[in-house]
């Protein structure tokens, strides 16, 4: 399994360019989530989706739009880049059965994308 | 509105010292889960502890340890004997089960540094 990847590593955007974050998941997860994490302020929700076709707003989601079409791939697109933008993204899956039925709970993180927004 | 607190923004520590990170957290929910996570240098998290409302069972691996206290609402994390590796940002975070979603509330860090 690769589990969370995220692509790109490195992006730089101009002001009003629009852009779409990768994330895709191996694991069959229903649950993904995009966090945001800026100094000083810990991770925050932006948008997360407990299966496809099924999206819901975090806490931050001004400026993105997510979708869900398949279990695996869970995009995030900036419509128009502003300066405050400027973070680094974190994509996350998780599950809470097994393959017994049993309940776990077991939260899995990408890389991140480290994004500035000039 | 669950909340996560990290007073500690920063902590330095010389090696070999034992070091004690603090969160304090809120919810309205009986079930949830508490997590520690590191992020090095290199910018990944690492997931460290899910420790469930229920289970009010102290853990230790190796250096580490959790003091989870439900009666103050706090989730304690211990390194003994530090070491120049454990010098990185640590955060603690909570999900509330009850929304079905597994969201993930996050303190804002606490950034140690172990010095040689």
């Known amino acids: 399994n690769a589990g969370v990847t995220q692509t790109p590593k490195f992006q730089v955007l101009k002001t009003g360019q629009s852009m779409t974050l990768q994330c895709a998941q191996d694991m069959n997860h229903e649950y993904m989530s995009w966090y945001r994490q800026d100094p000083g302020m810990g991770l925050r929700l932006i948008h997360y989706s407990v299966g496809a076709g099924i999206t819901d707003q975090g806490e931050v989601p001004n400026g993105y739009n997510v979708s869900r079409s398949t279990t695996e791939d869970f995009p995030l697109r900036l419509l128009s880049a502003a300066p405050s933008q400027t973070s680094v993204y974190f994509c996350a899956s998780s599950y809470d059965l097994d393959k017994t039925g049993n309940f776990q709970y077991e939260q899995y993180f990408g890389p991140g994308t480290r994004l500035t927004v000039t | 509105a669950q909340k996560v607190t990290q007073a500690q923004t920063e902590i330095s520590v010389v090696e070999k010292e034992d070091v004690t990170l603090d969160c304090v957290y809120e919810t309205r929910d009986t079930t949830y889960y508490l997590f520690w996570y590191k992020q090095p240098p290199s910018g990944e998290l690492v997931f460290l502890i899910r420790r469930n409302s229920f289970d009010e069972q102290n853990e230790i691996s190796g250096r580490y340890s959790w003091n989870f206290q439900k009666s103050t609402s706090s989730f304690n994390f211990t390194i003994t004997a530090s070491q120049v590796v454990d010098s990185a940002v640590y955060f603690c975070?909570?999900?509330?089960?009850?929304?079905?979603?597994?969201?993930?509330?996050f303190g804002k860090g606490t950034k140690l540094s172990v010095i040689p």
């Open positions: 975070a909570l999900s509330e089960v009850g929304a079905g979603s597994y969201q993930l509330t």
